[in-house]
């Protein structure tokens, strides 16, 4: 395993916002000697953590505070994306951080859930490129791939000088993926080859990406398989992945569509053995974990605002907002969901390292903690009044963000059927 203290020797700062404060990195070695209630950890769930976990961690978040928060803002303004993050986390160990080998770091599952919460305490989009990247196509790639793939991809994705997306979603499959109507056939006059034809939408990472794992039936059988396809080899007119814009969420991401015509792609670059949804789910799982680590960081982010706010702000004969009991509650209801949150995704991750994970554990945790996460987000930007609306706070992009992320990767009420189907052995989907 990598050491990421020895990797990082980050200096800088980042100026402060008026009306806001600057949330430093919090420095975990030595939180666990100070005693009494802390607001922070409520629960204490960093002795929960191993030592490693907890270098991860303080390294993790101190490059997002000090590297990446000083670019969210203009980068959510503009729509705008910059692809040298992932290098800058490539070369921090922290892509595809629990694959091992490969030029990959090998780290717990909680630890890159860690790694999930720290970046998405900065912006949900930050984290979403980075969970395409590692969860969905280098662990992909890692699961269902062969060794030459696994060679020729892995190493140079770990490092993010190799870009991925992940081709599933349709425009009119979404949480029905099954009926998904991109064709991958036989290559009438080239051996070796299928031809892709389809379209798929909201796709992250899409208009920069270099290769793609697009998911497509094979029309001889109607069985899914998964392909990587690499922009380089694709003949012009046959790949096009256009950005979607004007978006109310995830605007630090870049995020696209994907259009093939009967796009030529050798039969080495399709997975070998997989068939049906076990691939993309499977990817899937990996990232939603991620999501539900992730979304505390973004509720963390709102507590520390909220509260530094409330202190800050006097009203009604000169008393700080924190001294009224709506605003304690408000406080009090985020501190212990996200507590809460953290404790049941420590224990999945546990559970998954131990090979005793189901996809209901993941779809429990994704959904429970991104239903939680936009509730109360929503409700800390009320301490904020009117200044809500501007996005120097931080709250009310966080809130943005916080919706798409109950809505992508299984929206909360397709979740809610998941759990209700292993609880009654009744499917409820048709």
């Given at each position: 395993m990598l050491s990421f203290c020895r990797r990082l020797r980050i200096k800088g700062s980042h100026a402060r916002l008026p009306g806001t404060q600057v949330l430093k990195a919090r420095c975990y070695a030595s939180a666990g000697s100070r005693p009494g209630f802390d607001w922070e950890d409520p629960l204490l769930t960093k002795d929960l953590l191993t030592e490693e976990e907890l270098a991860i961690s303080e390294t993790a978040e101190r490059y997002c505070q000090e590297h990446i928060l000083p670019r969210v803002l203009q980068a959510y303004r503009n729509e705008h994306y910059d692809p040298k993050i992932l290098e800058e986390m490539g070369d921090l160990g922290l892509l595809g951080a629990t694959i091992d080998g490969f030029g990959c770091a090998g780290v717990s599952t909680v630890a890159g859930g860690l790694?999930?919460?720290?970046?998405?305490?900065?912006?949900?989009?930050?984290?979403?490129?980075?969970?395409?990247?590692?969860?969905?196509?280098?662990?992909?790639?890692?699961?269902?791939?062969?060794?030459?793939?696994?060679?020729?991809?892995?190493?140079?994705?770990a490092k993010g000088k190799l870009l991925g997306a992940f081709g599933l979603t349709e425009p009119n499959h979404g949480s029905d993926p099954g009926s998904m109507e991109c064709i991958a056939r036989r290559h009438p006059h080239k051996s070796g080859y299928y031809l892709l034809s389809g379209s798929k939408t909201w796709i992250t990472n899409s208009p920069i990406a270099d290769v793609l794992l697009v998911w497509a039936k094979l029309e001889?059988?109607?069985?899914?398989?998964?392909?990587?396809?690499e922009r380089r080899d694709c003949p012009a007119g046959t790949l096009e992945t256009p950005a979607?814009?004007?978006?109310?969420?995830?605007?630090?991401?870049?995020?696209?569509?994907?259009?093939?015509?009967?796009?030529?792609?050798?039969?080495?670059?399709?997975?070998?053995d997989v068939e049906g949804l076990k691939g993309p789910f499977s990817c899937l799982n990996s990232a939603r974990y991620g999501i539900a680590f992730g979304t505390?960081?973004?509720?963390?982010?709102?507590?520390?605002?909220?509260?530094?706010?409330?202190?800050?702000?006097?009203?009604?004969?000169?008393?700080?907002?924190?001294?009224y009991q709506l605003v304690q509650k408000k406080l009090a209801d985020a501190a212990t969901d996200v507590s809460y949150g953290i404790l049941a995704a420590i224990q999945v991750g546990r559970l998954k390292d131990q090979g005793k994970a189901t996809p209901e554990m993941i779809s429990m945790i994704k959904r429970q903690n991104c239903d939680r996460a936009l509730h109360n987000a929503r409700a800390l930007q009320e301490i904020f009044g009117g200044n809500a609306v501007s996005d120097e706070y931080g709250v009310g992009r966080h809130v943005a963000n916080l919706f798409v992320t109950q809505t992508y990767e299984g929206?909360?009420?397709?979740?809610?059927?998941?759990?209700?189907?292993?609880?009654?052995?009744?499917?409820a989907f048709a």
């Amino acid at each position: 395993m990598l050491s990421f203290c020895r990797r990082l020797r980050i200096k800088g700062s980042h100026a402060r916002l008026p009306g806001t404060q600057v949330l430093k990195a919090r420095c975990y070695a030595s939180a666990g000697s100070r005693p009494g209630f802390d607001w922070e950890d409520p629960l204490l769930t960093k002795d929960l953590l191993t030592e490693e976990e907890l270098a991860i961690s303080e390294t993790a978040e101190r490059y997002c505070q000090e590297h990446i928060l000083p670019r969210v803002l203009q980068a959510y303004r503009n729509e705008h994306y910059d692809p040298k993050i992932l290098e800058e986390m490539g070369d921090l160990g922290l892509l595809g951080a629990t694959i091992d080998g490969f030029g990959c770091a090998g780290v717990s599952t909680v630890a890159g859930g860690l790694i999930t919460r720290a970046v998405e305490r900065v912006d949900s989009g930050y984290r979403s490129g980075m969970s395409v990247q590692s969860s969905l196509v280098m662990g992909g790639i890692y699961e269902f791939g062969t060794a030459e793939q696994k060679e020729k991809y892995l190493p140079s994705m770990a490092k993010g000088k190799l870009l991925g997306a992940f081709g599933l979603t349709e425009p009119n499959h979404g949480s029905d993926p099954g009926s998904m109507e991109c064709i991958a056939r036989r290559h009438p006059h080239k051996s070796g080859y299928y031809l892709l034809s389809g379209s798929k939408t909201w796709i992250t990472n899409s208009p920069i990406a270099d290769v793609l794992l697009v998911w497509a039936k094979l029309e001889q059988t109607g069985k899914i398989r998964g392909f990587l396809v690499e922009r380089r080899d694709c003949p012009a007119g046959t790949l096009e992945t256009p950005a979607i814009k004007n978006k109310t969420g995830l605007r630090a991401s870049i995020t696209g569509m994907i259009h093939l015509d009967d796009c030529p792609v050798p039969e080495a670059n399709m997975f070998p053995d997989v068939e049906g949804l076990k691939g993309p789910f499977s990817c899937l799982n990996s990232a939603r974990y991620g999501i539900a680590f992730g979304t505390m960081g973004a509720l963390e982010d709102c507590i520390f605002h909220a509260r530094a706010y409330a202190l800050e702000r006097k009203q009604f004969k000169g008393n700080p907002l924190a001294k009224y009991q709506l605003v304690q509650k408000k406080l009090a209801d985020a501190a212990t969901d996200v507590s809460y949150g953290i404790l049941a995704a420590i224990q999945v991750g546990r559970l998954k390292d131990q090979g005793k994970a189901t996809p209901e554990m993941i779809s429990m945790i994704k959904r429970q903690n991104c239903d939680r996460a936009l509730h109360n987000a929503r409700a800390l930007q009320e301490i904020f009044g009117g200044n809500a609306v501007s996005d120097e706070y931080g709250v009310g992009r966080h809130v943005a963000n916080l919706f798409v992320t109950q809505t992508y990767e299984g929206q909360s009420d397709i979740h809610s059927l998941i759990i209700g189907r292993a609880i009654t052995g009744v499917q409820a989907f048709a």
